[in-house]
């Protein structure tokens, strides 16, 4: 009996724990925003959107060629195409993240970053961190015939 009130005491103080780590609504630090960024493989979610981003981008190039091939220099889709992939190559990511997070401690608390955190550690949000790259590239094909004709 003793060991079940020892194991129930530990149970509800690590509930109180988790509750008042959510609920925590001091502002997130630098570094909470940073262990956020590392469980949301942000990084690598980012080469991915980018990449994806790049696919459109071609595809939107080789369209516009063909429907205007007689106004545009034979070489503009190679060109467009290498000045794409250029700029996406030299992208200073790191920079790119590191000017992003005082944007997220604008935003989020403490407790929401923590929160977060223990979504995206859990089976649907690591399921949302697998499929949100094919997600997003098969959302731009949806959307590339209405950007296209804009």
Do not use: W
Not at 48 to 56: H, I, T
Not at 115 to 120: G, K, T
């Amino acid at each position: 009996m003793r060991r079940f009130f020892l194991v129930a005491i530990l149970c509800f103080s690590f509930t109180l724990a988790a509750f008042a780590q959510q609920n925590d609504d001091t502002p997130a630090s630098r570094e909470d925003i940073q262990i956020y960024f590392e469980t949301m493989n942000s990084r690598d979610s980012m080469n991915k959107m980018m990449d994806a981003m790049l696919k459109s981008i071609h595809q939107m190039a080789h369209d516009q060629y063909l429907k205007n091939k007689d106004k545009l220099p034979e070489d503009f889709e190679q060109r467009m195409t290498k000045q794409m992939d250029d700029m996406m190559k030299n992208m200073p990511l790191d920079e790119m993240m590191q000017a992003m997070i005082p944007v997220y401690q604008k935003h989020l608390t403490k407790g929401d970053v923590y929160a977060l955190i223990a979504f995206y550690n859990s089976p649907t949000g690591q399921k949302m961190l697998r499929d949100l790259p094919a997600i997003l590239s098969e959302s731009m094909d949806a959307m590339m015939p209405t950007m296209t004709r804009y």
